[in-house]
Nanobody, 124 residues
Framework: QVQLVESGGGLVQAGGSLRLSCAAS????????MGWFRQAPGKEREFVSC????????LFGDSVKGRFTISRGNAKNTVYLQMNSLKPEDTAVYYC?????????????????WGQGTQVTVSS
């Protein structure tokens, strides 16, 4: 079993920045990819970004390209989402996720484990 714990969410003004962290644990944790999705009230879950764990390839959703970056932490099994130039439409619960089957994907069905989510609120 794999546990994912997100942190770093909060309230920020438009134009500001936040960095989300996700720490994974589990005896057999060996991911192909780690990523982030988000879900705003009344909307479907949306792909934000993913990183192929060992190959380094990254993908971003169109709405965050050029503003968000994803990186692997020096600490084992940690991934970060750096969010810059935040907009009110970025307000959502952000979920960390990992796949043990695919190296990168924008589809939530390709991911196997999910964190509990962290709230990000961007005020105008």
């Amino acid at each position: 079993q794999v546990q994912l714990v997100e942190s770093g969410g909060g309230l920020v003004q438009a134009g500001g920045s936040l960095r989300l962290s996700c720490a994974a644990s589990g005896r057999t944790f060996s991911p192909y990819a780690m990523g982030w999705f988000r879900q705003a009230p009344g909307k479907e879950r949306e792909f934000v970004s993913c990183r192929s764990w060992n190959r380094g390839r990254t993908l971003f959703g169109d709405s965050v390209k050029g503003r968000f970056t994803i990186s692997r932490g020096n600490a084992k099994n940690t991934v970060y989402l750096q969010m810059n130039s935040l907009k009110p439409e970025d307000t959502a619960v952000y979920y960390c996720t990992t796949s043990t089957r695919v190296y990168y994907s924008v589809l939530d069905v390709d991911y196997d484990y999910w964190g509990q989510g962290t709230q990000v609120t961007v005020s105008s």
